[in-house]
């Protein structure tokens, strides 16, 4: 049995991938509970692959990987999410591969499950730059304009969830939707009274550069400005 299972999408992230294995697996080990590390390789084509068998080769006990052609980190999320239900998995940790979750607050995360089905963290402070922060804020701001329904920041990467919930939740997003964490933070909140929220520090992007850059996240806006009136109830 997979008590918990760690989403990780991962895109060209050579920089980050050694560093983000050495700090999350004894962070992992250390709640005391089967766990298990899904990679999400959406079509890296940096150095990432060779890093992720290496890594795969070190801890075959809890680490998987997979390989997909390059759909999007929404896509590479939700077959993280997949995978993970189908292997059973009771609770699902989704974090990026960037370096910016920060596995000190994992402990803080599993204690709060007791209380809650949705366990998301809360960026109270950012290290990535004043303008990521206003684009989540605006970001929120529109999910909660088009849907109707009020999440705090609801592309945040931290996030732990209850398979029963995320199931559900799944059901409920369609495949094809641009970004899938948004949706299903939406859809998580109609469905799910039970959340708790972490403060967390988002820290600066450990290495690399940001695959997604203004120009993109303004198309990826506006799409779901159009997209998010299928989340409503």
């Not at 929220?197 to 303004?218: E, W």
């Amino acid at each position: 049995m997979i008590a918990l299972a760690a989403v990780i999408p991962v895109y060209n992230e050579e920089a980050n991938l050694a560093a983000l294995a050495a700090e999350w697996l004894p962070a992992l080990r250390a709640i005391g509970a089967p766990f298990a590390v899904w990679f999400i390789d959406d079509g890296s084509t940096d150095a990432s692959p060779e890093i992720l068998r290496r890594l795969l080769e070190e801890d075959p006990c809890h680490i998987r990987t997979i390989r997909q052609a390059n759909a999007g980190h929404g896509a590479a999320c939700r077959r993280g999410y997949e995978c993970a239900l189908a292997a059973g998995a009771e609770w699902v940790l989704q974090i990026d591969s960037d370096g910016q979750c920060d596995p000190a607050y994992l402990g803080e995360f599993w204690r709060r499950r007791e209380e809650a089905v949705c366990v998301f963290g809360d960026r109270r402070r950012r290290g990535d730059g004043w303008h990521r922060g206003a684009i989540s804020s605006l970001c929120t701001a529109l999910v909660s304009f088009r849907t109707g329904v009020r999440v705090r920041d609801a592309n945040v990467p931290y996030r732990l969830i209850k398979r029963n919930a995320l199931a559900r939740a799944l059901e409920r997003v369609p495949p094809d939707f641009d970004l899938q964490n948004i949706a299903l933070s939406v859809v998580l909140r109609q469905i799910e009274p039970r959340w708790a929220f972490v403060p967390i520090h988002f820290r600066p992007r450990a290495g690399g550069r940001n695959s997604i850059d203004l120009r993109r996240i303004a198309g990826m806006g506006w799409r779901m400005l159009s997209d998010a009136g299928r989340l409503r109830r």
